[in-house]
């Protein structure tokens, strides 16, 4: 019982402010792009599908589960344009507990990204979609329950909801600056061009009411700082790739830093192209005062498979004995980002 007491302490607070309803999110933070910012829509890829799943808290309780899909693709633009159009859509589910709270939330991102020069562009971005949240209380085990000696569940549980679902409208903006050292190329084949990307995005912007109380609480604002680049080492096959995301909500806040070490396997074949390129990544991701994780991604051609696991270093250790969640991305682009098609668009 001693163990539980941490994890049943965040379970308090978790219900005791669910007004502040903060957004899910995800260690490899890079695979959705589009809970970023929604200026992110057609930066690095001409296309781009992800999806991406996440458990937590499987060692202590029922797991808190997340689903996330997200496409977003660049529009065909015109030779001579200065800069060209986006979209992305994306959805995401979200289970969590013995209450079955679900956050489910879908939209589309427009993005105009315009060219500074033949290696850079600076973009903004329009996110608009729809929210749902509901719970079920039926789970849950209350204080009014106790009869003195044990847990009566026939016992009213002295809690009165308004609702038990939720919908709601959002709306989000962003903007971003790109930058590839190979963009425009068409006559060199390089696996490791210097990249980087910082942006920002700001989400729910009207605020929306985001309660099952019946009381006027609204769902905090939340802005996103974020970036991330890919430096060659040297002229061979390896690469560094940190990156970082800032995300503050109402009063929380989280910060979250990496750093990967890239290797290409085997490089694309400038002839014959039978050899489709494939690199593997390695590195830690640590998010501040909360955990450590281990992160790795394979990339085969047009396909990569990414694979996360967190170590629990907060108070919740105790009752988690470290162990915090694990994340699996399955992500595809177009064209080929290891040949030299894939350097012409960005």
Known sequence: MRKLLPFLSLSGLLIATGATAQ??????????????????????????????????????????????????MQMKQKRGKAGFLAFGVN?????????????????????????????????????GGFGQRSIDPSGLQWGEQYNGSAYDPTLATGESLAATSITFADLGLGGTWHYNSA?????????QSTQATIGFGYFHVTRPSYTFLGAEEQLYAKMVLHGNARFSLGEGNSAIVPSFQYTKQGPSSEFMIGAMFRYVLTPTSKVTGINKGSALSLGPVIRAKDAIAIAAMLEQ??????????????????????????????????????????KSRD
Do not use: C
């Not at 999806?51 to 997200?70: C, D, E, I, M, Y």
């Not at 589309?108 to 971005?125: C, D, E, F, P, R």
């Open 23 to 72: 957004d899910i999110h995800f260690t490899q933070y890079q695979m959705q792009p589009l809970l970023q910012s929604p200026a992110m829509a057609g930066i690095g890829h001409d296309l781009r599908a992800v999806l991406q799943h996440r458990n937590q808290w499987g060692s202590v309780t029922t797991p808190f589960k997340t689903t996330a899909f997200s496409y977003d």
């Open 91 to 127: 959805f995401f589910s979200d289970n969590a507990g013995d209450a079955k709270l679900r956050s489910s939330q879908g939209g589309l991102s427009v993005a105009y990204h315009i060219k500074t020069g033949q290696n850079s562009t600076i973009g903004a971005g329009l996110f």
């Open 183 to 191: 963009a425009g190329a068409n006559d060199v084949v390089t696996n």
């Open 301 to 342: 051609g047009r396909f990569a498979l990414g694979f996360s696991y967190d170590l629990n270093t907060s108070g919740l250790k105790q009752a988690s004995n470290g162990l915090g969640a694990f994340e699996l991305a399955i992500r595809f682009v177009n064209p080929n980002p290891f040949t030299n098609k894939a």
